[in-house]
């Protein structure tokens, strides 16, 4: 199921303010607004006209696993709640002993998280891959522990150790 392409813009004293509110709210809200863009995507599977968009705009830090949302209809202003995640789980037959979390709010439409699929950030990741296969082989070697590789441009690249030391 492809994900919802809907956006709204974010009204930041409104989401400052429920930040701010919320059970567990973040230590700075406004540090953890700023990480936000000015617009958010509905995260939901594609629905019907009549279910309300959301996003997810934070979480609680103390635990007890709260979220603040962000839900809008087109033509009305945003509205703001905080929900826990919806309860679905799925079995990862790859990792033994573990689950995936749906991360969208209770009561959503159909399709859990694990269902949508992002077709934008799918074309972003194929091209990363595209890239990284292009890359010269001597960048391979980039976490060899050595200093620097100097290129043809006269620019060095720094390199980290396997200890994420740099040398």
Known sequence: MLQCTAVCRIPEIDALVFLTAMKGAPEQPVDHLSLLDEYALCELGEHAEDVEHAAFIGGAEDGSQVDLWMYWDDGLPPRFAESR??????????????????TLPPGHPPGHSWDVTDPLGDLLDEAARRAVNLLPDERADTFTGEDTDEHA??????HVDDRGDTP
């Open 85 to 102: 995640s919806c309860r679905a789980v799925t079995w990862l037959i790859s990792l033994p002993h573990s689950v995936d979390r749906c």
């Open 153 to 158: 441009n006269g620019h060095a690249d720094r």
